[in-house]
């Protein structure tokens, strides 16, 4: 610990993300990262705008890139926010929205990254328990429950669980908590689930956020979004202006805009990570493995009879890589991302492998 750090800084637990090893002929099932390239169009798009222009600042407002989003999910520019990464967009939200006089209430099992925001920022907070089955009960976020009347943040599907919110579920909680926002982190939404963002015509508390990271395969360009009412967006805007005015460079603009209007490749590839995801599941199933049900681009599974850090371990020295989580609850699943047809089959022969 440095002498020169703050008190805030020395407190910190960092977020730890995914490991990304550089060796070669891996097979990388750990980060959720999407196992197709991004659509043609993004590519050529970027190199389109690799000219005398990248000496002139981006547009500050990103507002090509926020009609477009707006088109896509019938909302307004105005109530569209831009930001590097969804992280990002998650942290303003935290700082601008969720830093309340209540505890803000998230899950036991979740997303990481949210304790890190909360002793980041000085946010008090409460996690509310899954379910036995590892389910988020809509009925834990009513006033009713006893759980506090603080905003909440919930990820939609869950991460790392998988398991997904039905849209009538996300209502009830939002319109039981008319006098605090609510956000719905739907970085794996179009895997399967059904998006929130229908519900922001009706309730001004709601901020949906997603990311071009996992369904539209550009985890390396680093460009998230959130969609609300005029006046969360303009409570974002507050915070990022406060700092850096600038939210994504021309490059990204230009490739975030490009992957947002092919429909047509976004489509085809959720449907063929989809198709994986259900194979894989069902050769889990086969090898006695308990896998929670997925809307995700990862399945998270479980082995009644063998220890999941050994499996890890096993794996890895076969040349694959997934996660392992020594938390509490969940030390013995093991998720694993969806990569290609190939990639699953030789997940699937290498337990196999362990197995015999």
């Given at each position: 610990?440095?002498?020169?750090?703050?008190?805030?800084?020395?407190?910190?637990?960092?977020?730890?993300?995914?490991?990304?090893?550089?060796?070669?002929?891996?097979?990388?099932?750990?980060?959720?990262?999407?196992?197709?390239?991004?659509?043609?169009?993004?590519?050529?798009?970027?190199?389109?705008?690799?000219?005398?222009?990248?000496?002139?600042?981006?547009?500050?407002?990103?507002?090509?890139?926020?009609?477009?989003?707006?088109?896509?999910?019938?909302?307004?520019?105005?109530?569209?926010?831009?930001?590097?990464?969804?992280?990002?967009?998650?942290?303003?939200?935290?700082?601008?929205?969720?830093?309340?006089?209540?505890?803000?209430?998230?899950?036991?099992?979740?997303?990481?990254?949210?304790?890190?925001?909360?002793?980041?920022?000085?946010?008090?907070?409460?996690?509310?328990?899954?379910?036995?089955?590892?389910?988020?009960?809509?009925?834990?976020?009513?006033?009713?429950?006893?759980?506090?009347?603080?905003?909440?943040?919930?990820?939609?599907?869950?991460?790392?669980?998988?398991?997904?919110?039905?849209?009538?579920?996300?209502?009830?909680?939002?319109?039981?908590?008319?006098?605090?926002?609510?956000?719905?982190?739907?970085?794996?939404?179009?895997?399967?689930?059904?998006?929130?963002?229908?519900?922001?015509?009706?309730?001004?508390?709601l901020l949906v956020v997603q990311t071009l990271s996992k369904s539209r395969s550009l985890a390396g360009l680093r460009v998230g979004y959130a969609m609300g009412s005029k006046a969360l967006i303009d409570g974002l805007d507050r915070v990022?202006?406060?700092?850096?005015?600038?939210?994504?460079?021309?490059?990204?603009?230009?490739?975030?805009?490009?992957?947002?209007?092919?429909?047509?490749?976004?489509?085809?590839?959720?449907?063929?990570?989809?198709?994986?995801?259900?194979?894989?599941?069902?050769?889990?199933?086969?090898?006695?493995?308990?896998?929670?049900?997925?809307?995700?681009?990862?399945?998270?599974?479980?082995?009644?009879?063998?220890?999941?850090?050994?499996?890890?371990?096993?794996?890895?020295?076969?040349?694959?890589?997934?996660?392992?989580?020594?938390?509490?609850?969940?030390?013995?699943?093991?998720?694993?991302?969806?990569?290609?047809?190939?990639?699953?089959?030789?997940?699937?022969?290498?337990?196999?492998?362990?197995?015999?």
């Amino acid at each position: 610990m440095s002498r020169f750090w703050s008190p805030v800084v020395a407190g910190l637990s960092p977020y730890v993300p995914g490991e990304q090893p550089k060796l070669r002929n891996l097979i990388k099932l750990n980060t959720n990262e999407n196992p197709y390239g991004p659509s043609p169009k993004v590519l050529d798009a970027i190199r389109a705008a690799c000219d005398d222009s990248l000496r002139l600042y981006p547009d500050p407002g990103a507002d090509l890139l926020r009609q477009a989003i707006g088109k896509r999910y019938a909302v307004e520019p105005a109530q569209v926010f831009v930001g590097n990464g969804s992280d990002e967009v998650l942290a303003l939200a935290f700082q601008a929205l969720l830093n309340q006089s209540e505890p803000l209430r998230y899950p036991d099992i979740t997303y990481s990254f949210y304790p890190v925001y909360c002793g980041l920022y000085g946010i008090r907070h409460q996690t509310v328990a899954l379910t036995e089955d590892f389910r988020i009960d809509p009925a834990d976020y009513l006033p009713t429950a006893g759980k506090g009347a603080g905003p909440i943040i919930l990820p939609n599907p869950n991460a790392p669980t998988g398991r997904p919110l039905a849209l009538d579920d996300i209502e009830r909680i939002v319109a039981a908590n008319p006098d605090v926002v609510v956000v719905v982190d739907e970085a794996y939404i179009d895997f399967g689930g059904e998006s929130a963002v229908s519900l922001i015509a009706r309730y001004d508390n709601l901020l949906v956020v997603q990311t071009l990271s996992k369904s539209r395969s550009l985890a390396g360009l680093r460009v998230g979004y959130a969609m609300g009412s005029k006046a969360l967006i303009d409570g974002l805007d507050r915070v990022k202006n406060s700092f850096n005015s600038y939210p994504i460079d021309r490059l990204a603009a230009a490739g975030a805009l490009a992957a947002i209007e092919d429909e047509a490749y976004f489509q085809q590839t959720c449907a063929a990570v989809v198709r994986t995801r259900d194979a894989l599941t069902a050769n889990l199933h086969a090898l006695g493995f308990e896998v929670l049900p997925s809307a995700a681009n990862f399945v998270f599974a479980r082995h009644p009879a063998r220890d999941a850090a050994q499996m890890a371990a096993a794996l890895r020295e076969e040349g694959i890589i997934v996660r392992h989580f020594r938390h509490a609850r969940i030390d013995q699943f093991l998720r694993i991302s969806v990569g290609t047809d190939a990639e699953c089959d030789s997940l699937v022969h290498a337990l196999k492998g362990i197995f015999a």
